[in-house]
C-alpha cells in the first residue's frame, strides 16, 4: 500500500506531480494534519479550509521539502500550522478564545510527555521545563492554539508589552538550550 | 520590517514560527523569503526545533468528503461527476440561458425544481457587460464557491481571467483565484465567507493574475450573491 510509503519518499514523487502520491499522503496525514488546523481555529469547516490549502500547497511546494533538513512530518505539520494560521489572521482571529477550558492540555504539566516521543522531543521538553512557567505557558499556546501576543495577554493575565518581551527571552533561552 | 541584526532576525523568525506576527509583517518575511537563504534557514531550524510540539494537538478526523475537495480544487483538476441534486438544478439554467433575459425569472424557476427544502443556499448568476447570463456560481455549505461557465469560450492567448469576491461594505474586492481553461472550478475562498449581496466579479488579467492585488483589466462578468433556497 501506497498509504504505508515514507511520507518523505510520497514527498518526492508528489514534487514530480504524481497526484496518486499526493492522496497516500492525505490518508496517511490528514487526521493529524486536521487537529492541528482544529487546534488553533476551534472550527470544523474552517479547519477543513485550512487543510484543504495546506494540501494545495503541499502539491506545489513538495519539491522544496529537503529530507536532510528534518522530517517530513515536521514539514507537513509547518504547512498545515502555516495554513491554519494565516486564516485565523485572515478572520480577525475572531476565535473563541473564552472556552475556560482551551489551552489546558497544550500547558497541562503532563502534556510535556506527550513531546517527549523522539530524543528532539525529550530536549525540547526539558529545555521548556526550565523556562518560567507563564514564558512556557505563552509558547505553547502561541504554538498549539495559535493565539496572538493580546490573547496570550488576556489568557495570561498579564500586559501586552510583558507577553511580547517574556516570549522573546523565552525563545532566546530555548535556542540556547537546544544548542 | 524585518530586522537587520542577526539575533533579532532569528527571533523574528522564530516568532513567524510560533505564529505570533501580525498578518502584515507575515506578508513581509513570505515576500522576502526567495531572496534571503538566511532568513529560510532560520525559519526551517526554528520549525525543527518546535516541531515536537505538534504532538500537542489532538488528531481528528477531518470531513469525510475533504479529499474530494481538495482534488477538485488542484490546478487542472478533472471534472467532477455531478451528483444528480446538482445535475437537477444546474440542467434548468443551462437551458434557460439559451434565450435568457430575465435574471430573476430564473431564479424562481431553480426553485419551483428544487424537490426538497435545504439550507439556504446562495447563488448568482454572473452576467456580461450586454446582461447575458455566462457563468452560475454557487456558495457550497463548506463556503466554497463552485463555478460553471454557461457557454464556455476561448480566451484570447496570453491573458487569464481572475474571480473576486467584494463583501458588501468592503472598499476592495479580494482575488479569489485564476480561472482555469475548462471553465468550472470549486475556489475556496479562504477568509472570506460568502454572505448575501457579496458581488462577484470577473476580471480580464495579464497570464498568472494582476500584479497588483487588484482587478487591472476590463471586469467581463459581474453578479451579486443571493440567497436561492429561503422560503
Known amino acids: 500500500m501506497r498509504a504505508e510509503s515514507p511520507a518523505a519518499a510520497l514527498l518526492v514523487e508528489v514534487a514530480r506531480g504524481d497526484r496518486g502520491a499526493l492522496r497516500a499522503l492525505y490518508q496517511q496525514q490528514a487526521t493529524r494534519l486536521f487537529g492541528i488546523a482544529q487546534s488553533i481555529l476551534r472550527d470544523r469547516e474552517a479547519a477543513a479550509d485550512a487543510v484543504q490549502d495546506a494540501f494545495l500547497r503541499i502539491s506545489q511546494r513538495a519539491a522544496q521539502f529537503d529530507p536532510a533538513r528534518g522530517e517530513a512530518g515536521a514539514w507537513l505539520g509547518a504547512v498545515a500550522r502555516h495554513a491554519a494560521l494565516d486564516l485565523a489572521r485572515k478572520r480577525g482571529r475572531e476565535l473563541p478564545t473564552d472556552d475556560p477550558a482551551l489551552g489546558d492540555i497544550a500547558v497541562a504539566p503532563e502534556a510535556l510527555e506527550h513531546v517527549a516521543a523522539s530524543a528532539e522531543g525529550r530536549r525540547l521538553r526539558d529545555c521548556l521545563s526550565a523556562l518560567d512557567e507563564k514564558n512556557r505557558k505563552g509558547i505553547l499556546l502561541a504554538f498549539v492554539h495559535g493565539l496572538s501576543h493580546a490573547q496570550v495577554a488576556a489568557r495570561l493575565d498579564l500586559p501586552l508589552g510583558t507577553v511580547k518581551a517574556w516570549i522573546r527571552r523565552g525563545l532566546l533561552q530555548l535556542r540556547e538550550c537546544l544548542t | ?231
Open chain 2, 1 to 231: 520590517m524585518i530586522p537587520t541584526d542577526p539575533q533579532d532576525r532569528d527571533i523574528f523568525a522564530a516568532e513567524y514560527v510560533l505564529g505570533t506576527l501580525d498578518a502584515r509583517a507575515v506578508a513581509e518575511v513570505e515576500a522576502a523569503l526567495p531572496g534571503d537563504a538566511g532568513l529560510r534557514a532560520a525559519i526551517r531550524e526554528w520549525e525543527v526545533r518546535l516541531a515536537p510540539l505538534l504532538a500537542l494537538a489532538a488528531p481528528e478526523s477531518p470531513p469525510p468528503d475533504l479529499w474530494d475537495r481538495i482534488e477538485a480544487a488542484l490546478p487542472g483538476a478533472p471534472r467532477l461527476a455531478p451528483v444528480p441534486r446538482r445535475r437537477r438544478w444546474l440542467d434548468p439554467w443551462r437551458g434557460w440561458a439559451i434565450g435568457a433575459s430575465a435574471v430573476a425569472a430564473g431564479l424562481a424557476a431553480l426553485l419551483v425544481t428544487r424537490p426538497v427544502p435545504e439550507p439556504p443556499r446562495l447563488m448568482t448568476v454572473l452576467l456580461t457587460q450586454r446582461d447575458q447570463p455566462a457563468w452560475v456560481v454557487e456558495a457550497n455549505a463548506a463556503g466554497q464557491l463552485r463555478l460553471a461557465s454557461l457557454n464556455p469560450r476561448r480566451l484570447e492567448e496570453g491573458r487569464a481571467m481572475q474571480l473576486w469576491g467584494l463583501p458588501p461594505g468592503a472598499t476592495a474586492p479580494t482575488s479569489l483565484g485564476l480561472i482555469p481553461p475548462e471553465g468550472q472550478l470549486t475556489v475556496s475562498t479562504g477568509g472570506l465567507r460568502p454572505e448575501p449581496g457579496m458581488l462577484i466579479e470577473i476580471s480580464l488579467e495579464p497570464p498568472g493574475g494582476s500584479p497588483t492585488g487588484r482587478p487591472t483589466g476590463p471586469i467581463l462578468f459581474i453578479g451579486r450573491l443571493t440567497e436561492a433556497g429561503a422560503s
